[in-house]
């Protein structure tokens, strides 16, 4: 069983930086694949960006490669996401996501979820 709970979301203008922060509980958090997605009302769930469980390989969307880096702190059970040059079609409630399989970019095969923080971008 893993908790994910979610930080660091909020209002951000156009060009600007934000870094989410991802708290797992439990002990066996290095064992977990992590990822992020985002949705806005009225879409689907959709990948950002994914660290693997054993050699941090990480993988990313094409709409945030290169502006977006994701990183663990296995020690401290912690998984982050930098946002950089931020637009307004960032904006999205962004979950972290939990899951010892197989590395996956579709949120269907991710077993544990946080909550949830608001990342709002204006213009």
């Known amino acids: 069983q893993v908790q994910l709970e979610e930080s660091g979301g909020g209002l951000v203008q156009t060009g600007g930086s934000l870094r989410l922060s991802c708290a797992a509980s439990?002990?066996?958090?290095?064992?977990?694949?992590m990822g992020w997605f985002r949705q806005t009302p009225g879409k689907e769930r959709e990948f950002v960006a994914l660290?693997?469980?054993?050699?941090?390989?990480?993988l990313y969307a094409d709409s945030v490669k290169g502006r977006f880096t994701i990183s663990r702190d296995n020690a401290k059970n912690t998984v982050s996401l930098q946002m950089n040059s931020l637009k307004v079609e960032d904006t999205a409630v962004y979950y972290c996501a939990a899951d010892a399989g197989v590395v996956s970019i579709i949120p269907g095969r991710y077993e544990y979820w946080g909550q949830g923080t608001q990342v709002t971008v204006s213009s």
């Open positions: 660290i693997s469980r054993s050699d941090g390989i990480t």
């Open positions: 439990g002990r066996t958090f290095s064992r977990y694949t």
